[in-house]
């Protein structure tokens, strides 16, 4: 699921070869375990058969790799939903969070618009937790403690980034 | 602004010498609401504290308590206002360390002319609420951190506060101590009905509030008052 | 302990001292000038007893008075007549000398004796001479001033002295005195034993609180000094380390002191010498502390800060995170504080009774420790008393119970503090009590009554009766006299009765006065007096037979009693009659009789003038005026003026001295109360900024730290008013006299140390309410 949305991501900014949008995912998304190039080409056909990417222009050669692909309206609709709808918080979220927020700040949208987004939600249910915790035994709380940490750590690396971000900016302006 | 506010501050700016603590705050708190406010630190959320509370008064901008101006209060008024209406909690510190517990937390009352037997009768019941009753004849400084976090907790609730400000009230605690003290001030004041303006840069702090504030560079956006567009979770 | 690693840990300290920015210097300034101001004044005690005993040889070196037997005259001796005089109030010392041969001893001081004529001065009576108030003395010293006295031959810079040369003086002339040497080992010319315990006392009083003063002075700055030690710590000193670094501090101010305060001393000392107390002056010179004890000094101020500040943290806890003082809860046991003042009753009490103006030695050494340990006993009492008083103390206002609790936790910090005043106050009751009785004393009246005559004149005749009408001429001359009785007297001698003979006594004495009938009805009680009657008069306190009867044959003695004196036969007519008291006070008994009574040869046998004298009141230079004249007849007479009190004004000047003193004192220890005080405002910054957030009012807060100093300052002046009407009582006894209270001194203290607490409020409370602000509250 997040393979496809990631190259539409990939893909928003400019029309990239098959191969080119494997070398970029390893390299940024999964350098521990390289794609497939059957998922590569699995995810391309979804991707055009829902309409989200078309073909732009051939590299001589043969297979999916060598076709140069470009985001259809669809799909930059598609990312722009994906990538602005903050990700429903989750304990053991951090690899989509993670992927999202790469994605979006490599897209030049702000660290800070999406850190206060994305604060909202873990805080909203930071407060269930909470609530819940208050108001149950031993092991409800127990529970409740032990996603309210993650959730906090999400929290803290979020801020952490965003301000390593400001640092740079202010560094580069 | 919603009109049933109890406590309002508007553009609220403030400097000290040349730094700006505070450039355009605003906040409003409704009777009975616990609001975090939440920021990196430098960012003012104490100072805006302490204009809310009037302690310190803005160099521009309002404050409104109960419809009246608190910012253009003379000292002296709002000194009163204070040991009426409100209530604080601080991180450290606080505690007059050679007064019992049980005088500590009787003091605010005493303060406002409350003779000391009936001070000492009332702050022994919240010293209970707070269940810190063990250490009523112990002085501060014989007593741990969470302990004298719950005895400043019961100080700032024995006046019946309207609003109670509480400034990093985790902030030198462990982890349990630290939800001991939240869970207990959170019951009291919901119990009371008191509203809590609560500063702290912990989220799991600022879970045990209704919403929250985030402050940045002096100036405060109130976030769930903003429309997400899209799907809000 | 190894001594190798003191060194290093020390040096440290003494750097850490320095450090702290103006803060620091501020701290280390104050410890030093403190401190200094200590070794100062033990530096001048130190040097007392060389001043005393400096004015003492120097007395002893010129003394011309001897009780040995008569010397014959050769040529090594000189005739030394004393012409002690008066100018305004000034006693001035006069000696007229004759040579009687060319070696003839000089008296110290002087080149060579003044040739007849002659005057040698000192130089501050040679500079009232050049001055237009000396008018009057130059014309009594009317001789060509021809050298000065030199330093050896003079108590003290302002003493007024001369030399005057003469070649007719004699023996019969008045006290003279045949010497063939200067000075005497035995005898003192120096304060009495009373006087002296005075000043011991009025050194101990004062120098005891700014001891305590400067022991609080070294813990200047205890709690940023905490911080210190506890950063040292952090960084992995051990336990020893950081107190060895703590006495390095301390040390370093001690050191800083010392040479501040030998500074002060010398620079202090160049001054002393235009003072006059008592009409006693001291020499610069004089004030020579000891070498040896002022290296002592030097070295154990401090060695004995180091010391202190060693066996003071011991009972102190210093770890990284802080400094924890252990010694809040501890009880202090009473027993040993008792001891000490105990101790001093028990060196001061045998000595009681052993005073008085004209006998006992004073054994300075004990009444010294005797006082100290009564004064430290009041010092290390105060504490407990505070404790006591203070855990007993409940509820109440919230200011008073605020500055009770505080007092309850750490009352030994202003309770040192508050020490200095107990000790000044305790000591300053006890002294003003030995004044006031022995001032009554030195005012004890002596009698006379000047509402019937104001001045005395007294003088040897060279002629007898023949020149008692041109001595009382000159007298009645001298501008503002009004009026003048004069009368001449002799000893006489007559044959013993046989009651008196069978009890083995030789042969009585009795006495001569001869006198116009005016001055006789003025004398006695005679009722009618013509020229020719003879009186007898008997003294009633001798028996009967001690005064001759009418028709005795009576013999005149005369004043050197070497000649036989002429004899005279009482004529039977001779009455009895009592006497009266003279305006001198005394009563003129024996023979009294007018002048055609008595026969020349007797006339002219009488050898000494009494006069006295009614003058103008409104003339203030009336009494230099007769001296003038007198001087004009017989340079070694004597001119008193009557008074019915004797010398009130040395003691206004010592009683005034002593309230400078002690508000000096007083303003020192508020001094060190007011940093005491600033520095607890300090640190509680932050607490202060949270009681003004939930609405605690300003005046609360000032009322409390009122209450603060109020409570030990009210504390320590009861103990001290305690401890000095005992002290007053000891001292009184030992001296032997009556105890009574004097009340004012007692509200004097009172009221300045109060004051002293209003004015360390007063300054206390503008930087309390500056950290009333919210400031503090700011952690960011």
């Known amino acids: 699921m997040s393979i496809g949305q990631t190259f539409l991501g990939l893909l928003e900014r400019q029309p990239r070869h098959g191969y080119d949008l494997k070398r970029v995912y390893d390299e940024r998304f999964s350098p521990d375990r390289p794609l497939h190039h059957g998922q590569v080409y699995a995810t391309l056909s979804r991707l055009l058969k829902h309409g989200l990417v078309m073909v732009d222009g051939t590299e001589p050669g043969g297979g999916p790799e060598r076709k140069r692909y470009a985001i259809t309206d669809a799909g930059i609709a598609d990312v722009h939903a994906w990538l602005e709808v903050p990700e429903k918080p989750e304990p053991y979220l951090q690899n989509v969070l993670y992927t999202k927020v790469v994605l979006a700040l490599m897209t030049g949208r702000s660290a800070e618009q999406i850190l206060d987004v994305q604060r909202t939600e873990h805080l909203r249910l930071m407060r269930d937790l909470t609530k819940r915790k208050l108001d149950g035994d031993l092991t409800e709380q127990l529970i409740c403690d032990h996603a309210l940490f993650h959730l906090e750590a999400d929290l803290r690396w979020l801020e952490l980034t965003a301000a390593r971000l400001d640092d740079l900016a202010a560094r580069v302006a | 602004m919603t009109t049933d506010a109890l406590l309002v501050g508007t553009d609220l700016h403030k400097a000290y010498g040349p730094t700006p603590a505070l450039a355009g705050a605003s906040l409003s708190l409704r009777a009975g609401e616990i609001v975090a406010v939440m920021g990196p630190s430098g960012s003012g959320k104490s100072t805006l504290l302490h204009c809310l509370a009037g302690i310190v008064a803005p160099d521009t901008g309002s404050v409104t308590y109960a419809g009246r101006a608190v910012d253009r209060m003379s000292d002296v008024e709002r000194s009163a206002l204070r040991r009426a209406d409100f209530g604080f909690i601080f991180q450290f510190g606080q505690l007059v360390p050679e007064l019992t517990c049980l005088e500590n937390v009787a003091l605010p009352l005493r303060l406002d002319g409350m003779k000391r037997r009936a001070a000492e009768a009332r702050a022994a019941d919240w010293l209970v609420q707070l269940e810190v009753s063990d250490v009523a004849h112990k002085l501060p400084g014989q007593i741990s951190g969470g302990q004298g976090q719950r005895v400043a907790v019961a100080r700032s609730l024995v006046t019946r506060p309207a609003v109670i400000f509480a400034d990093e009230p985790t902030g030198a605690l462990d982890s349990l101590n630290g939800e001991k003290v939240m869970q207990l001030l959170t019951t009291a004041a919901r119990d009371t009905r008191a509203a809590v303006v609560l500063v702290t840069h912990e989220p799991r702090v600022a879970a045990y509030a209704d919403r929250e504030v985030v402050v940045r560079d002096g100036a405060a956006r109130d976030l769930t008052r903003v429309d997400v567009a899209g799907r809000a979770a | ?780």
């Open chain 3, 1 to 780: 302990m190894r001594v190798a690693r003191w060194g290093p840990d020390l040096l440290l300290g003494a750097r850490m001292a320095l450090a702290g920015g103006r803060s620091g210097l501020v701290r280390a300034a104050l410890t030093a000038l403190g401190v200094g101001l200590g070794v100062a004044l033990l530096l001048t005690a130190v040097s007392i007893p060389a001043m005393m005993q400096a004015r003492d040889d120097r007395g002893a070196a010129r003394d011309d008075l001897s009780y040995e037997p008569p010397i014959p005259q050769a040529d090594n001796t000189v005739l030394v007549g004393w012409a002690e005089s008066r100018f305004g109030d000034q006693p001035i010392r006069g000696r007229v000398l004759r040579p009687e041969g060319p070696r003839a001893p000089v008296p110290p001081g002087l080149a060579a004796l003044p040739r007849p004529g002659e005057v040698v001065v000192s130089p501050a009576l040679g500079r009232l001479l050049a001055s237009p108030e000396g008018a009057l003395l130059r014309d009594r010293l009317a001789y060509p001033v021809v050298g000065t006295i030199a330093d050896e031959g003079l108590l003290g810079p302002t003493e007024l002295a001369f030399y005057l040369g003469s070649d007719d003086l004699t023996a019969t002339d008045g006290m003279v005195i045949r010497r063939d040497h200067f000075g005497e080992v035995n005898t003192r010319e120096g304060l009495d034993p009373v006087l002296a315990l005075l000043v011991v006392i009025i050194f101990v009083v004062l120098l005891l609180p700014v001891g305590l003063f400067v022991a609080s002075a070294i813990r200047f700055g205890g709690e940023s000094r905490d911080r210190r030690l506890a950063g040292v710590r952090l960084v992995g000193a051990d336990v020893g380390m950081a107190r060895r670094i703590a006495a390095g501090e301390a040390g370093l101010s001690a050191l800083l002191g010392v040479a501040v305060g030998f500074g002060l001393f010398y620079l202090g000392r160049s001054f002393v010498g235009g003072i006059s107390a008592l009409n006693i002056s001291v020499f610069p010179s004089d004030l020579r502390p000891d070498p040896l004890l002022s290296l002592a000094i030097a070295v154990a101020v401090p060695a004995a800060a180091i010391g202190v500040t060693i066996m003071s943290l011991r009972r102190v806890v210093i770890e990284p995170l802080g400094v924890v003082r252990r010694g809040g809860d501890a009880k202090r046991r009473l027993w040993w504080r008792l001891v000490l003042p105990v101790l001093g009753l028990a060196l001061l009490a045998p000595l009681t009774g052993s005073l008085t103006q004209e006998s006992g030695t004073l054994n300075q050494t004990q009444v010294t420790i005797g006082v100290c340990l009564i004064l430290v006993g009041v010092a290390t009492l105060l504490p407990w008393v505070v404790q006591a008083v203070v855990r007993r103390l409940r509820g109440g206002p919230v200011p008073w119970q605020l500055a009770i609790r505080r007092l309850q936790l750490d009352g030994s910090t202003s309770a040192r503090a508050v020490t200095g005043i107990a000790v000044a106050v305790a000591g300053a009751i006890g002294l003003q009590m030995l004044f006031a009785s022995v001032e009554g004393n030195y005012q004890a009246s002596t009698g006379q009554d000047p509402g019937r005559a104001q001045i005395a004149v007294n003088m040897v005749l060279r002629n007898g009766w023949t020149d008692v009408a041109a001595i009382e001429a000159r007298l009645r001359d001298a501008p503002g006299v009004l009026g003048a009785r004069s009368y001449s007297s002799a000893p006489l001698t007559f044959p013993a009765s046989p009651e008196q003979r069978a009890l083995g006594g030789e042969d009585p004495m009795s006495s001569l006065t001869i006198a116009s009938c005016d001055t006789i009805r003025e004398l006695t009680e005679a009722s009618t007096c013509a020229d020719g009657d003879v009186f007898l008069v008997p003294d009633p306190t001798r028996p009967a037979d001690e005064t001759p009867a009418a028709g005795t044959t009576v013999r005149i003695r005369s004043y050197d009693d070497v000649a036989p004196g002429a004899a005279w036969t009482l004529p039977t007519t001779a009455r009895t009659v009592t006497a009266r008291t003279d305006p001198g006070g005394g009563s003129l008994t024996g023979v009294l009789a007018t002048p055609s009574a008595v026969p020349a040869a007797v006339r002219d046998g009488l050898d000494t003038y009494q006069g006295y004298l009614r003058v103008d009141p409104a003339r203030a230079d009336v009494a230099d005026q007769v001296r003038n004249a007198a001087w004009q007849v017989n340079p070694l007479g004597t001119v008193s003026v009557l008074s019915r009190f004797v010398e009130t004004n040395r003691f206004t000047q010592i009683r005034r001295g002593l309230y400078i003193g002690a508000a000096l004192t007083l303003l020192l220890i508020g001094a060190s109360l007011l940093v005491t005080m600033l520095e607890q405002l300090r640190d509680r910054r932050r607490l202060l900024a949270a009681l003004v957030a939930f609405g605690t009012r300003r005046r609360t807060l000032a009322w409390s730290i009122l209450w603060q100093s109020a409570v030990p300052v009210m504390l320590g002046l009861v103990l001290a008013t305690a401890a000095g009407l005992t002290l007053g009582t000891v001292l009184l006894r030992i001296v032997n006299e009556t105890v009574s209270v004097d009340w004012g001194i007692i509200a004097t203290m009172s009221g300045l140390a109060a004051g002293v607490v209003l004015l360390v409020t007063a300054l206390s409370t503008p930087v309390l309410f500056r950290l009333m602000r919210a400031d503090g509250l700011r952690t960011e």
